[in-house]
């Protein structure tokens, strides 16, 4: 049972919110996670309504090796990340195993997917689940930085992927990866690059993006956990909010200094989802319907727990749920789509439409909101038009438009957060990555 458990547990890839955009990016770039806000919002027009017969258009497709981190789009190039191995890596590894090989980072044109550069290093992975990285490049005037599954922190200047600074924090901070890796996003925020390291009192570091040296840290954690930093603005000041394997804390991003800390014991050290901000409620959730809401001061820079542990509601494990109103929208750990009520907590529907008819457990798809309706891209290698809202979910079409090249609980998957600019959907698997047009 103990050994389900962790297989079910995967937190791979993909949580989170901010609302942090970057700048020397063009306005239809996605030129991080979740997009240029950090809140898995489309916000181009001209997108068709339906797919055309015989699916999209490929524009062009690029070969590349595993990994489960999404592109980034920014200024005419495409970022992606992958890990170069001899080894066989598409199993069910639920256990720590070595494997030997190259962490890369890849610049394409993004007009014709060209490699215009490549930067690797060697790297051995000693982590579950070990195709890739998991962390979406996040580029920044003439800058990309990514973090590698191992920690591998690096900065490299966009014109050439010549390195600028770096760091390997399992090195520096006297830690190790976590049983998933490293899979929290790192965030910018003004001239910092907040990221989990991980060790004693560096549970959260702040880099200064220019140099790459330390700014503060703050924090002990038992590990690094898999939920990206975020901020809101909350009882008169900023507020950073972690969500570590032992609490819910928020710190302020200028210095790191605690402001407030309310206990929460992650199953197995999985805490995954960024917190999401509905009004002056902070809700969050991870595996084993471990949840918790929690009502942010109006004033000052306190909190208080509402409720916690509600049965049957969004807890993900893989996938970021999304808010529209007071309505959060995500897939749950059972592998159904499931719409709740913040700050009731209150259940309105589940389905397991998305990805199929039945649920087989931590079934993936992403979604993102485009007008009035959302863009989903499931593990099936499909991507679906549907409309959400409070009463249920309507699709609106489907189309295959990648292979599953990886596998989880026995099937084939594809766990891969696409990245949308430009009228265009960019979408990899551990073989290749594709630019499919979804223009009018």
Request: glycine content about 10%.
């Amino acid at each position: 049972m103990k050994t389900l458990r962790r297989i079910v547990n995967l937190c791979l890839v993909l949580t989170g919110s901010s609302f942090v955009s970057n700048t020397g990016a063009f306005a239809d770039d996605w030129p991080q996670w979740m997009g240029p806000n950090r809140d898995n919002v489309w916000r181009e027009s001209g997108i068709i309504e339906k797919f055309p017969e015989g699916g999209p258009k490929v524009l062009w497709r690029t070969p590349i090796a595993g990994g489960y981190s999404g592109p980034a789009v920014a200024a005419g190039k495409v970022y992606v990340t992958d890990y170069v191995t001899p080894d066989d890596v598409k199993v069910d590894n639920f256990d720590r195993k070595e494997f030997t090989g190259e962490e890369r980072i890849q610049c394409l044109d993004e007009a014709t997917g060209n490699v215009l550069w490549s930067h690797k290093y060697p790297v051995k992975y000693a982590i579950s689940y070990p195709s890739g990285p998991r962390c979406t490049p996040n580029v920044e005037g003439n800058r990309v930085y990514t973090l590698g599954a191992e920690g591998n922190l690096i900065c490299l200047d966009i014109a050439n992927g010549n390195l600028i600074w770096s760091h390997d924090l399992k090195q520096d901070y006297g830690t190790k990866a976590a049983l998933w890796g490293y899979a929290a996003h790192p965030l910018i925020d003004g001239d910092n690059l907040l990221c989990l390291a991980g060790g004693k009192g560096s549970h959260i570091v702040a880099f200064n993006k220019h140099d790459g040296k330390e700014v503060w840290k703050s924090t002990t954690s038992p590990e690094q956990g898999y939920s990206p930093p975020t901020i809101f603005k909350q009882g008169g000041v900023r507020q950073l909010i972690l969500l570590r394997p032992d609490a819910v804390s928020s710190i302020d991003p200028a210095n790191g200094k605690e402001y407030w800390s309310i206990p929460y014991e992650a199953s197995n050290g999985s805490i995954i989802m960024s917190p999401v901000m509905v009004g002056n409620y902070l809700y969050v959730a991870g595996y084993s319907n471990r949840n918790v809401l929690i009502e942010l001061d109006a004033t000052k820079p306190e909190a208080k727990e509402i409720w916690r542990d509600k049965q049957n509601i969004v807890c993900p494990v893989n996938v970021q749920p999304i808010l529209d109103g007071n309505v959060l929208y995500g897939m749950d750990q059972k592998g159904v789509m499931r719409a709740i009520s913040i700050p009731e907590g209150e259940r309105l529907w589940e389905t397991p439409a998305p990805v199929g008819k039945r649920a087989a457990g931590s079934d993936t798809a992403f979604i993102v909101r485009h007008e009035d309706r959302y863009l989903l891209f499931n593990e099936l290698g499909e991507l679906l038009f549907a409309k959400l809202s409070p009463e249920g979910y309507t699709e609106i079409d489907r189309v295959k438009v990648i292979d599953q090249t990886n596998t989880a609980f026995g099937r084939d998957v594809v766990w891969s957060m696409p990245a949308l600019a430009n009228k265009h959907a960019y979408l990899r698997n551990d073989k290749e990555i594709i630019c499919v047009d979804l223009a009018k």
